[in-house]
């Protein structure tokens, strides 16, 4: 979402940034260096979401304090790269050991690990392609994913910008899939001014 870390929709990725992402990552960096592949909406889409979100409530119990199906396949009609994005809060997302161990028993592992942006954590699964992102219970980050989901949601002319951007973006070459998502930030923002209004973008 829109935050410290995401500069300009025109910026490309800087020295400084790389090292963020590096500094951020979990293992093995993974290189995209090509183009973004965007599908168009699939209904099986929230499917997909419903059975992720049914294991991680059946090994965290009543650790997970919510859980939600976010980013752009969470959408309806929203084209998208075929990937589930959820959003997990718990008690302390710092406290690792009281998620990720019950997490990597159902095939998750710790890929990005960022102390100072909210003690964001993400998780991906070996199954099926998608992103957990743990917060602690009462992030304020989570509260602008859900607002920009459900915004996109109701209000299509802001959708249609939202794909068009992202359509445009997914058309270039990207070391990382972060550099593309970094690139969005400016459109997210002034989306995310809209829904802060509760009116449409002027």
């Known amino acids: 979402m829109n935050d410290k870390r995401t500069p300009d929709s025109s ?6 940034r790389e090292a963020e992402l590096l500094a951020a990552t979990v293992g093995a960096p993974e290189r995209l260096d090509r183009s973004i ?5 699939d209904p099986v889409w929230p499917q997909r979401y419903a059975h992720m979100a049914e294991a991680i409530r ?3 119990g009543d650790r997970v304090r919510r859980l939600e199906h976010v980013g752009s396949t969470s959408v309806p009609g929203l084209s998208a790269k075929p990937v589930i994005d ?11 050991g ?5 997490l990597e028993q159902i095939g998750y592992g710790l ?5 100072g942006w909210h003690e964001h954590r993400l998780l991906r699964p070996s199954a099926l392609a998608g992103n957990l992102h743990v917060f602690s219970e009462g992030c304020t980050e989570v509260d602008q994913m859900l607002l ?15 794909e068009t951007t992202k359509q445009s973006l997914a058309k270039r070459v990207w070391k990382y899939t972060q550099e593309y998502a970094d690139a969005k930030g400016e459109v997210v923002r002034r ?3 809209s829904a802060r209004r509760g009116s449409p973008r002027i």
């Open 148 to 162: 920009f989901r459900d915004w996109l949601r109701s209000h299509p002319e802001d959708r249609v910008l939202y």
């Open 191 to 193: 989306i995310l001014q």
């Open 37 to 41: 592949h965007l599908e168009p909406y």
């Open 98 to 102: 009281s998620y990720v161990q019950p």
């Open 111 to 115: 890929r990005i690990r960022e102390p």
């Open 11 to 16: 910026s490309r990725l800087t020295p400084e």
């Open 58 to 60: 059946r090994v965290l």
């Open 86 to 96: 959820m959003v997990l809060t718990v008690e302390d997302s710092s406290d690792e």
